[in-house]
């Protein structure tokens, strides 16, 4: 127990001094867990868990979480058999995009992936490219085989 404490601390210093000291952590409560609870756990019928299973096979797609927080993602989701009809902001035109790689580090630590660390130029390249709310939710369903 105590080592996996001070490898998740590890992993959260690595990852906050990536992203230039910016915390994570912090920005996720302020901006993600009014919605999504401090733990990820979600909120029932309004927004989904952001960890578990689904997560595997979204996490394996570098270009989906930086999609989702440029973008935003709109209609109705299914986790764990339990139906979503919430609307997750775009926080792409709030957030710069070492912010937003921090709140997703963060969020991949909740997720126990903390290794697979998101870079600012990712959320660069990914503002770049074109995005909406439906796209997102298209692109997720394509992931999860929906």
Aim: glycine residues 14%; hydrophobic residues 40%; charged residues 15%.
């Amino acid at each position: 127990m105590i080592r996996s404490l001070t490898l998740l601390l590890l992993a959260a210093t690595h990852v906050a001094a990536a992203q230039g000291g910016l915390d994570g952590a912090a920005l996720f409560v302020q901006h993600c867990a009014t919605c999504h609870q401090a733990d990820g756990s979600g909120t029932v019928g309004l927004a989904p868990p952001l960890k578990g299973a689904h997560w595997a096979k979204l996490g394996g797609d570098r270009g989906y979480l930086p999609t989702v927080l440029l973008h935003g993602l709109s209609g109705p989701i299914k986790v764990n058999g339990q139906s979503f009809v919430g609307s997750m902001p775009a926080f792409g035109g709030q957030l710069d995009d070492a912010s937003l790689a921090a709140v997703a580090n963060h969020l991949k630590l909740l997720q126990g992936a903390g290794d697979a660390t998101l870079s600012a130029d990712e959320f660069k390249a990914q503002r770049l490219q074109a995005g909406s709310p439906p796209q997102t939710r298209q692109r997720r369903n394509q992931l999860l085989g929906n």
